[in-house]
Structures are given as structure tokens and as C-alpha cells.
């Protein structure tokens, strides 16, 4: 979890330096732990070795609802598409 705050930024400014600050992590914990790392690598369903995909937030809930299966979720988030 994170959280901060750039007093004046527009919310593409915060997308990017998110996206940067992600990016900065992953180099550092590869040097610092590559054994940990490679293994957290081969395990994860994404990658931040590409740009962030940007959505709106709707779409973005649309989309997990109809992940989960869920039949009432998925009823309400094909509803609202």
C-alpha cells in the first residue's frame, strides 16, 4: 500500500510518478534480493516492465467484477457497460 501526496499535480502527474517510483523498486529489490526476487517474478500475473494500463475507475470495476464470476456482480457490471 502507498500513499502520497504532490501539492499543485494533476492526476496524470501522480499516474506517472507512481508509475516511476514502481519501476524504482523493482531495480532495487532485484539488486538487493535476486534469488527472492527472480522467484516473485516467475510468480506474478503482470509485469511492470510496461507503462501502466490507464482506465477509468468504472471500467476498472466493471472489469474485476466480471473477473470474479460472481453472478450478481457480474449482472451489475455488465449492467452499467
Known amino acids: 500500500?502507498?500513499?502520497?501526496?504532490?501539492?499543485?499535480?494533476?492526476?496524470?502527474?501522480l499516474m506517472n510518478f507512481a508509475e516511476k517510483m514502481a519501476a524504482c523498486d523493482r531495480r532495487r529489490s532485484r539488486k538487493a534480493m535476486p534469488e527472492a526476487h527472480?522467484?516473485?517474478?516467475a510468480e506474478r500475473p503482470f509485469?511492470?516492465?510496461?507503462?501502466?494500463?490507464?482506465?477509468?475507475?468504472?471500467?476498472?470495476v466493471a472489469n474485476a467484477a466480471r473477473a470474479t464470476k460472481?453472478?450478481?456482480w457480474v449482472r451489475r457490471a455488465s449492467s452499467r457497460s
Request: charged fraction near 20%.
Open 1 to 13: 500500500m502507498l500513499e502520497f501526496y504532490w501539492a499543485y499535480a494533476t492526476y496524470e502527474d
Open 38 to 41: 527472480a522467484k516473485w517474478l
Open 47 to 60: 509485469t511492470f516492465a510496461e507503462s501502466f494500463v490507464r482506465l477509468p475507475m468504472a471500467d476498472a
Open 70 to 72: 460472481i453472478p450478481a
